[in-house]
């Protein structure tokens, strides 16, 4: 497959905060996939145990790390932001979080998979440094890096990366890429990067299908990335709310928002991103740190106005079959 730890042009997704479980990962890699864990929001400790029960099992898994953003946020637009929210809050009974900056524990996180010698690492939101690609490579890990542009590729390409992750505007959950830009659809992104830079290519954005995946494969990529078409999967961690939502009529639109976190992410569209898209500041981490108890509380509450439901453009096509059934589904 060009990729020595690819057994098939199917790759699930990593989705941070919980839907990705070690259970999801290694049903993957049983049936022939390559499963992804999520380090992202994950403390150190808790990654490792991920990673040495995935281990256990024997099959073919990667890990992918958030790289920290910049601390730009405006002190003053959080605040007036969390001042707009603690209505909210107040109706779930709780209260907000502390929106402080963080960096996710990246350099321990980066330490760990360096040591244990993870066999796939993916970047999202940044590059790894020159130095850091060459530590996991001795470790035996092949390391990508996900990207939004075809100039964000030639930057992946220049650190060292095996590959990148082309993530059209289709997907779910959060834009992965950082120097911001025209953002692309799927398959031109596959086919501007093809023709800029000498680097494989895995596709990622609005696949949940074999049809999707043969598309991308026509287009030049090496494999096709699936994280919503896994959502209502049984070893998925994802609360039944969200579950039902993603088929469910009324939530039939995608919308991207920084709404939650910040960050430019897609999820199904509801009346939390309707009434504050226009007032969230562009402060990642700060508004996760801060939206963070409130979308537990309404997550808790099973309130899908307020949740945070993180999916790519063709959602509804999502069922809820054992992972495995999934897979082979998705592959040509």
Request: include cysteine.
């Amino acid at each position: 497959m060009g990729l020595r730890q690819l057994p098939g042009p199917v790759v699930q997704a990593p989705m941070a905060g919980g839907a990705t479980t070690p259970e999801l990962v290694t049903a993957v890699g049983k049936a022939g996939g390559l499963g992804m864990l999520a380090a992202g929001y994950l403390p150190t400790a808790g990654l490792a145990e991920q990673i040495a029960t995935v281990r256990d099992v024997g099959v073919p898994f990667g890990v992918n790390l958030f790289v920290p953003t910049p601390d730009t946020a405006d002190p003053d637009a959080v605040d007036a932001y969390r001042r707009r929210l603690e209505p909210a809050a107040a109706r779930l009974g709780t209260e907000l979080g502390v929106p402080g900056w963080t960096d996710d524990e990246y350099e321990a996180k980066l330490d760990l998979l360096a040591a244990v010698g993870v066999p796939v690492v993916t970047f999202t939101f940044g590059l790894p440094t020159e130095q850091d690609v060459i530590a996991l490579r001795r470790a035996g890990t092949e390391v990508g890096v996900t990207v939004n542009s075809p100039a964000e590729a030639v930057a992946a390409d220049r650190v060292g990366a095996d590959f990148v992750v082309a993530q059209g505007i289709e997907a779910g959950g959060h834009r992965g890429g950082w120097l911001g830009g025209e953002q692309f659809g799927l398959l031109s992104l596959i086919r501007l990067i093809r023709s800029t830079v000498d680097i494989k290519v895995i596709a990622a954005g609005g696949i949940a299908d074999a049809v999707g995946v043969r598309a991308a494969l026509a287009a030049g990529a090496l494999a096709a990335y699936a994280g919503t078409a896994f959502l209502r999967c049984p070893e998925a961690g994802t609360p039944e709310p969200y579950r039902d939502a993603l088929v469910a009529p009324e939530f039939a639109e995608t919308r991207l928002t920084r709404a939650y976190t910040g960050r430019w992410a897609r999820g199904l569209a509801n009346r939390f991103m309707a009434e504050q898209e226009r007032y969230a500041p562009e402060a990642y981490p700060q508004l996760h740190g801060l939206t963070r108890p409130l979308r537990a509380a309404a997550t808790a509450a099973g309130d899908t106005d307020v949740m945070a439901m993180w999916a790519g453009q063709s959602h509804a096509l999502a069922t809820d079959e054992p992972a495995a059934k999934v897979l082979h589904a998705l592959t040509p």
